[in-house]
């Protein structure tokens, strides 16, 4: 019998943010929090008070998903706060239920098979007794129940993740049953946790397809959470044109002014999608290709690496437009300017010298003094250290910048994201996304979700089911936070995919390739005449430009705006 952990136990892994993805692309972290305290720890080790049979391989995987799998479904970073509602109110619950006890050992079960640590027939062998103890629950009770209702809901998304996806229409035809039985999403308990969980991972799961959610169809199906919060910035989301923007707020979320400006652009490039009627005039639908083209060849050219200051300015945002003319403010778009170069000029001319001579003065004129080996390398040590150090990678704004890629390359040639992202733009995404501390990425929840669509409907990509995940827990954790911000990034995925799938045959690109910048150079060669669309950026520039300048100042949500499913 295989012992869950006993290997890493003995093989401590890095903190999260340089952890490397291990076999099937899942981390698998170290075993302990960084507060030292884990929840629940006391039923977890005394099985004999738990509803399930007291064996070994029992015990460590339900310890495996009370003290990992369900802190990462509560907090990104694994290291939720004592207040959360996860670990608050919806662990205690699943622990004192033989049935969600037996999901839950089944879910770590899964983990463990997909990251090497458990042989994949034993977590079938969990499968199966998982799902009888549901069938018979169900056939024991009279009605639907909140116990029966969250296993069927935890059950779906194990299949999502390592099971067989052609049987997942069925399992959520049969979940929209039970909530339709038992009175909708409003009937059910547990602090409103069970509908966020069930209504989150039913639009995960269709974001990862590009398809319709099944939970929807009626009034039972609207779930609205009456409890209002302040809003946190790290909700953020270019999904809703209301939010504050996030020029406004790069300070407080500690990114870069350039990583803003890409972010407001794709604000306002979303929100001219998603505001469209449902038959949109030729016109309309022009002015859509029109700007985003425009967004995406300005981000191209933006540097790949990290963002450089310099002055001036040589396009501007149409989210931010800056003064023409001015060359004293700083533009977070450019590379060095003049006087870098210089300095440059000056420390390559300085290492050029012979590497076995330095000038020296001596009595007013010039003589040459041969250095020892020793010497030169304490001089150049010295040199060195007087020097600026580079600049590391901005791996957020890399991540962001390759995103808007995707999705302006997306929205211009309107075709979904599974035929526009490859296998290469996959792996450069997320591997950049990697990069970035899970802490960081915790504290920019709702850019993270957001980085996150273009990549989840790309099918079976290396660490695909990781992707599948984050999705799900970033649109659950932004429910439990703010419900309201929760429903409009939701919508606004969802609703941006319907209308990119409406028409694959408009704009259909030529060539093609696997690298955004080499298809952006390429791009505008598909639609016509090169003077044609000229004509058409200079007609649409100005408008552009002003229509951006007064968007997403407001802090408050749109008139009307309304956080139900």
Same mark, same amino acid.
């Given at each position: 019998?295989?012992?869950?952990?006993?290997?890493?136990?003995?093989?401590?892994?890095?903190?999260?943010?340089?952890?490397?993805?291990?076999?099937?692309?899942?981390?698998?972290?170290?075993?302990?929090?960084?507060?030292?305290?884990?929840?629940?720890?006391?039923?977890?080790?005394?099985?004999?008070?738990?509803?399930?049979?007291?064996?070994?391989?029992?015990?460590?995987?339900?310890?495996?998903?009370?003290?990992?799998?369900?802190?990462?479904?509560?907090?990104?970073?694994?290291?939720?706060?004592?207040?959360?509602?996860?670990?608050?109110?919806?662990?205690?619950?699943?622990?004192?239920?033989?049935? *969600?006890?037996?999901?839950? @050992?089944?879910?770590?079960?899964? #983990?463990? $098979?997909?990251?090497?640590? %458990?042989?994949?027939?034993? +977590?079938?062998?969990?499968?199966?007794?998982?799902?009888?103890?549901?069938?018979?629950?169900?056939?024991?009770?009279?009605?639907?129940?909140?116990?029966?209702?969250?296993?069927?809901?935890?059950?779906?998304?194990?299949?999502?993740?390592?099971?067989?996806?052609?049987?997942?229409?069925?399992?959520?035809?049969?979940?929209?049953?039970?909530?339709?039985?038992?009175?909708?999403?409003?009937?059910?308990?547990?602090?409103?946790?069970?509908?966020?969980?069930?209504?989150?991972?039913?639009?995960?799961?269709?974001?990862?397809?590009?398809?319709?959610?099944?939970?929807?169809?009626?009034?039972?199906?609207?779930?609205?959470?009456?409890?209002?919060?302040?809003?946190?910035?790290? *909700?953020?989301?270019?999904? @809703?044109?209301?939010?504050?923007? #996030?020029? $406004?707020?790069?300070?407080? %979320?500690?990114?870069?002014? +350039?990583?803003?400006?890409?972010?407001?652009?794709?604000?306002?490039?979303?929100?001219?999608?998603?505001?469209?009627?449902?038959?949109?005039?030729?016109?309309?639908?022009?002015?859509?290709?029109?700007?985003?083209?425009?967004?995406?060849?300005?981000?191209?050219?933006?540097?790949?690496?990290?963002?450089?200051?310099?002055?001036?300015?040589?396009?501007?945002?149409?989210?931010?437009?800056?003064?023409?003319?001015?060359?004293?403010?700083?533009?977070?778009?450019?590379?060095?300017?003049?006087?870098?170069?210089?300095?440059?000029?000056?420390?390559?001319?300085?290492?050029?010298?012979?590497?076995?001579?330095?000038?020296?003065?001596?009595?007013?004129?010039?003589?040459?003094?041969?250095?020892?080996?020793?010497?030169?390398?304490?001089?150049?040590?010295?040199?060195?250290?007087?020097?600026?150090?580079?600049?590391?990678?901005?791996?957020?704004?890399?991540?962001?910048?390759?995103?808007?890629?995707?999705?302006?390359?997306?929205?211009?040639?309107?075709?979904?994201?599974?035929?526009?992202?490859?296998?290469?733009?996959?792996?450069?995404?997320?591997?950049?996304?990697?990069?970035?501390?899970?802490?960081?990425?915790?504290?920019?929840?709702?850019?993270?979700?957001?980085?996150?669509?273009?990549?989840?409907?790309?099918?079976?990509?290396?660490?695909?089911?990781?992707?599948?995940?984050?999705?799900?827990?970033?649109?659950?954790?932004?429910?439990?936070?703010?419900?309201?911000?929760?429903?409009?990034?939701?919508?606004?995925?969802?609703?941006?995919?319907?209308?990119?799938?409406?028409?694959?045959?408009?704009?259909?690109?030529?060539?093609?390739?696997?690298?955004?910048?080499?298809?952006?150079?390429?791009?505008?060669?598909?639609?016509?005449?090169?003077?044609?669309?000229?004509?058409?950026?200079?007609?649409?520039?100005?408008?552009?430009?002003?229509?951006?300048?007064?968007?997403?100042?407001?802090?408050?949500?749109?008139?009307?705006?309304?956080?139900?499913?």
């Amino acid at each position: 019998m295989l012992r869950a952990y006993r290997s890493v136990a003995n093989n401590p892994l890095p903190s999260p943010g340089n952890w490397t993805p291990g076999v099937g692309g899942w981390p698998v972290p170290p075993v302990s929090p960084s507060n030292g305290l884990w929840p629940l720890g006391s039923l977890v080790q005394d099985l004999a008070q738990l509803p399930t049979p007291r064996t070994l391989q029992n015990s460590e995987l339900l310890t495996t998903y009370v003290k990992l799998i369900s802190q990462f479904k509560a907090s990104l970073d694994g290291n939720p706060d004592a207040s959360n509602p996860y670990i608050k109110y919806h662990v205690p619950y699943c622990v004192q239920s033989p049935l *969600l006890v037996h999901v839950a @050992i089944y879910t770590a079960a899964c #983990f463990l $098979s997909d990251t090497g640590h %458990l042989d994949k027939t034993v +977590a079938m062998a969990h499968k199966g007794f998982a799902i009888q103890m549901l069938n018979d629950h169900i056939n024991s009770t009279p009605s639907p129940s909140d116990e029966g209702i969250t296993g069927v809901v935890q059950l779906i998304i194990d299949e999502w993740y390592w099971g067989d996806p052609n049987h997942l229409h069925t399992h959520l035809r049969g979940l929209r049953d039970m909530i339709r039985i038992r009175g909708g999403f409003r009937a059910l308990g547990l602090h409103g946790l069970i509908s966020k969980s069930a209504i989150t991972a039913d639009a995960a799961i269709a974001l990862s397809f590009e398809s319709t959610p099944f939970l929807r169809g009626g009034s039972e199906f609207e779930y609205r959470d009456n409890f209002q919060v302040p809003l946190r910035l790290a *909700l953020n989301t270019p999904f @809703i044109s209301s939010l504050v923007r #996030f020029s $406004s707020c790069d300070e407080a %979320l500690r990114i870069h002014p +350039a990583v803003a400006s890409i972010l407001d652009d794709m604000r306002f490039l979303l929100s001219t999608v998603l505001a469209l009627p449902e038959k949109a005039s030729p016109k309309e639908l022009q002015k859509v290709h029109t700007t985003s083209a425009w967004i995406h060849n300005r981000i191209a050219s933006l540097p790949s690496e990290g963002p450089t200051v310099r002055k001036g300015s040589s396009a501007p945002s149409p989210a931010a437009p800056s003064t023409p003319g001015s060359t004293s403010g700083r533009d977070v778009r450019g590379t060095p300017d003049g006087g870098d170069e210089q300095q440059r000029n000056r420390q390559t001319s300085s290492r050029s010298r012979s590497r076995g001579q330095r000038p020296q003065g001596s009595r007013g004129r010039m003589s040459l003094q041969v250095e020892s080996p020793e010497q030169w390398e304490r001089a150049e040590a010295a040199e060195r250290a007087s020097s600026p150090p580079a600049d590391p990678p901005d791996f957020i704004y890399k991540a962001v910048r390759l995103a808007a890629l995707m999705y302006s390359q997306a929205i211009k040639f309107r075709r979904p994201f599974s035929a526009i992202v490859s296998t290469d733009d996959f792996l450069q995404l997320w591997t950049t996304c990697w990069r970035v501390p899970l802490g960081t990425w915790r504290s920019l929840l709702g850019v993270f979700n957001w980085l996150l669509v273009p990549l989840v409907p790309c099918g079976k990509r290396p660490h695909d089911r990781f992707v599948k995940a984050m999705l799900n827990v970033s649109l659950f954790q932004i429910g439990m936070d703010n419900w309201e911000i929760a429903c409009g990034a939701m919508e606004g995925a969802l609703k941006l995919q319907r209308w990119l799938d409406a028409e694959r045959e408009a704009f259909s690109p030529e060539g093609g390739g696997s690298s955004f910048e080499r298809r952006s150079r390429n791009s505008d060669e598909s639609m016509g005449d090169e003077e044609d669309e000229d004509m058409r950026y200079e007609e649409d520039e100005e408008e552009i430009a002003t229509a951006g300048s007064s968007k997403g100042k407001g802090k408050e949500m749109e008139p009307g705006f309304r956080g139900t499913w």
